[in-house]
């Protein structure tokens, strides 16, 4: 069973910087595909960026260019790094490791004068 804890959530002014982490448990960590995912007040949970066991990025296209995400399988963590805030970027964030479908228990990121 794989858990995953975010942490590195926080308030942050509107053309800030903020870099989430994502720390996983059990050994299988480098063979999954890992993303994030934001869930703004009233909406329903929504993609932001993808990085494959290979190497693949991927983002949606409201972030491109401005978040980046990335890994280190030797801590067994993914990252996302997100610069240029806007307030629209409001929202809980979620790892999730796509083979498995584990969720962590989210971070709240408000972008915020």
């Known amino acids: 069973q794989v858990q995953l804890v975010e942490s590195g959530g926080g308030l942050v002014q509107p053309g800030g910087s903020l870099k989430l982490s994502c720390a996983a448990s059990?050994?299988?960590?480098?063979?999954?595909?890992m993303a994030w995912y934001r869930q703004a007040p009233g909406q329903q949970r929504e993609f932001i960026a993808r990085?494959?066991?290979?190497?693949?990025?991927s983002y949606e296209s409201s972030v491109k260019g401005r978040f980046t995400i990335s890994r280190d399988n030797a801590k067994k963590t993914v990252y996302l790094q997100m610069s240029s805030l806007k307030p629209e970027d409001t929202g809980v964030y979620y790892c999730?490791?796509?083979?498995?479908?584990?969720w962590g228990q989210g971070t709240q990121v408000t972008v915020s004068l």
């Open positions: 059990g050994s299988s960590f480098s063979n999954y595909d």
């Open positions: 999730y490791a796509v083979d498995i479908s584990a």
């Open positions: 990085i494959n066991s290979s190497g693949f990025l």
